[in-house]
């Protein structure tokens, strides 16, 4: 026979079906090294900071955003 959870158990078990993956996280370098930015290595070594670490699709968002930006 199954054995009846407690109230907090269903909360965890159905928390952990449903939490989204942790997104890795990369310094600079490692994306510039990364076959993912080959092509883009010069605008990545240009728009992300030196020291800071991003996820792949943050450095992504941030080369889009500034390619789509507005020349002053």
């Known amino acids: ?9 269903k909360v965890g078990a159905a ?3 449903t939490a989204p ?7 600079k370098e490692q994306l510039l ?3 993912r930015f080959r092509g883009k290595r010069d ?3 240009a728009v992300l ?3 800071k670490k991003y996820s ?5 968002k941030i080369m889009d955003k500034f390619l789509k930006g507005s020349v002053k």
């Open 56 to 60: 792949a699709e943050e450095a992504e």
């Open 33 to 35: 090294n990364s076959e």
């Open 21 to 27: 993956e942790k997104e890795k996280i990369f310094t």
């Open 43 to 45: 605008l990545a070594r």
């Open 49 to 51: 900071a030196d020291g």
């Open 15 to 17: 928390a952990c079906e």
């Open 1 to 9: 026979m199954a054995k009846a959870l407690k109230n907090e158990e």
